[in-house]
């Protein structure tokens, strides 16, 4: 079945208006078909013929709701005429249409429609459409790759059977998010590459072939991988372009596009899109829909616009996402971070591991200052993730935290690799806030280690970075915590560094022998992670540790 075609009804009468809807669109004018097939249904009764090709149309145009509400009445009626396999058809897509519009239920309820009226008849593609939804359910509601895997083996065996390409396309996809979740990404993305190809051959219907490039471009988002989401992105954008300037999937590209805009720091440009976009596609597709409230709540909080973030998370939770970790970054930001470790903890009990993978990196930077082990269990999980993976974005992920970890328990040499592979991956990406964000650590590394010039430097990258985006000041948790990990007898020995003591001085002044005072000071060095008595002198006055007098 091609991309324009509707279901195989019976022909409807041959008058001249029902022709002339007919003719448009065939020619892909769903505007003049539309009309067309709306002003003779004033006349007279629509055929099953008819009304389908009115509810193709007002499909291409972006009406959905209304596209939904005819092809039910087409189910009907092919039900009652006894078409249990066209029926069959009609209640796959409806129930493919159902769960892009986020009501999982009646999604469920319209496959097992279809599951009854299949079951008894001979091995059909219909079957196969069955099985793609079967396994995309096993995938994404239950987390089982393994079901989705061999629901892709039966896929390819019946497309043997059937030689229908849309099957082909089918097995790959299941086979690819299949490799992918068991992480192998490399495999799982020649695979889903594959899954394309019968779509940019028109052989897969819009709607189907829609769902393909949207889950992939998910997926490549949830992966953190943004160039593979530019690519796939690019191609749904050409593949739109060539069906329907209407087309609604149309919407839903600009929706991607705008996420990477976003990403690359054009948030003024996409603000002004999100909003309205949201709202355009909140009843055709409930996802993509929280997709644009979400990303809108995330640079408005990142603009430091509390209030209109707020909004937007409130606008995305209504469609059935928990806007995390966006909510709770913005309870942080207002100096709730109880309220925010709180809801970061929750969402991560209902999610994946690939899902979990968004809320780690928040939780190490929350947690750090605090409680260093539990913030140790979530940045070991992360990495293991990434690892698992492989993916730049979640790699960077993974450095960024690790160094956060780090500094957090003052070992600032050490921390300096990690944020540096951070930056390096961010760079790789073109994510300009995240980058800045490496700065403004950096420079708080450099300046304890006395690096005032090299501090500085950062500090302004960061600083001319987000004037650049329009971000507000980054607020970093405070580093003072490291000072936790140093004994009370190893502060007094820092504070008589600053003083200029030699260990002879300090020993005499802390009524210590002078191989304690040796023994404290390498202590200290390796706490702080420094190795020069200048470098801790440096370290300690940045910490406002007091000077402890001479005697």
């Not at 991309?3 to 505007?31: I, N, T, V």
């Not at 629509?46 to 389908?52: H, K, W, Y």
């Not at 405070?478 to 007094?492: F, I, Q, S």
Request: net charge negative; hydrophobic share 45%; with cysteine.
């Amino acid at each position: 079945m091609s991309a324009q075609q509707p279901l195989r009804l019976p022909e409807s009468p041959a008058q001249p208006q029902l022709m002339e809807a007919h003719e448009a669109f065939a020619r892909g004018d769903w505007d003049a078909a539309r009309r067309t097939m709306e002003s003779a249904a004033e006349e007279s009764r629509l055929s099953l013929a008819d009304v389908e090709i009115l509810a193709r149309s007002k499909w291409w145009l972006g009406d959905v709701q209304g596209s939904m509400a005819l092809s039910e009445e087409v189910f009907r009626g092919l039900v009652a005429g006894k078409q249990f396999q066209s029926a069959a058809k009609a209640a796959l897509t409806l129930s493919l249409q159902w769960g892009v519009r986020g009501n999982i239920a009646v999604s469920s309820a319209w496959l097992n429609r279809a599951r009854r009226l299949l079951d008894g008849l001979p091995e059909s593609p219909e079957h196969g459409y069955l099985l793609y939804l079967e396994g995309n359910d096993a995938i994404y509601l239950e987390g089982d790759a393994d079901a989705a895997f061999a629901a892709s083996l039966q896929l390819a065996a019946m497309n043997r059977r059937q030689k229908a390409p849309e099957l082909e396309s089918f097995a790959f996809m299941l086979s690819g998010l299949a490799a992918v979740r068991r992480g192998q990404a490399a495999r799982g993305f020649e695979d889903l590459d594959q899954a394309l190809l019968p779509v940019m051959a028109g052989q897969v219907a819009a709607e189907w072939g829609g769902d393909i490039y949207c889950s992939v471009i998910h997926l490549c988002y949830e992966l953190a991988d943004y160039s593979r989401m530019r690519w796939w992105t690019n191609a749904l954008a050409a593949w739109c372009a060539s069906l329907s300037t209407s087309f609604m999937y149309s919407g839903i590209v600009r929706v991607h596009e705008l996420q990477l805009i976003s990403a690359e720091g054009g948030w003024k440009q996409a603000e002004e899109e999100l909003a309205q976009l949201g709202e355009r596609l909140r009843s055709a597709h409930a996802w993509i829909a929280a997709d644009c409230f979400y990303e809108l709540g995330d640079i408005r909080r990142r603009q430091g616009n509390g209030s209109g973030a707020a909004a937007a998370f409130a606008m995305a939770r209504g469609l059935g996402v928990d806007a995390q970790p966006g909510s709770a970054l913005l309870l942080a930001d207002a100096g709730k971070d109880e309220e925010a470790l709180t809801d970061l903890r929750a969402a991560l009990a209902d999610r994946g591991r690939l899902g979990r993978a968004w809320l780690l990196l928040p939780l190490v930077e929350l947690l750090a200052p605090r409680d260093a082990d539990s913030a140790e269990v979530y940045c070991s999980e992360l990495e293991g993730t990434a690892a698992y993976y492989g993916t730049a974005g979640l790699i960077a992920w993974a450095h960024h935290a690790r160094g956060i970890l780090l500094m957090a328990q003052g070992r600032w040499i050490q921390s300096l690799p990690e944020f540096e592979a951070a930056a390096q991956g961010y760079r790789s990406q073109h994510l300009r806030f995240e980058l800045a964000r490496i700065h403004e650590r950096i420079s708080s590394v450099r300046a304890a280690l006395g690096e005032t010039g090299a501090a500085n430097a950062e500090r302004a990258t960061a600083a001319a970075i987000r004037t650049q985006l329009g971000a507000a000041p980054f607020s970093l948790p405070n580093v003072d915590h490291a000072l936790d990990g140093l004994t009370a007898r190893e502060m007094e020995v820092l504070g008589c560094v600053l003083s200029g003591s030699s260990n002879r001085h300090i020993a005499q002044t802390l009524t210590i022998s002078e191989k304690t005072a040796s023994r404290h000071l390498a202590n200290i060095f390796t706490k702080i992670g420094v190795n020069s008595r200048t470098a801790a002198a440096a370290w300690a006055r940045h910490h406002g540790i007091a000077e402890h007098p001479r005697t």
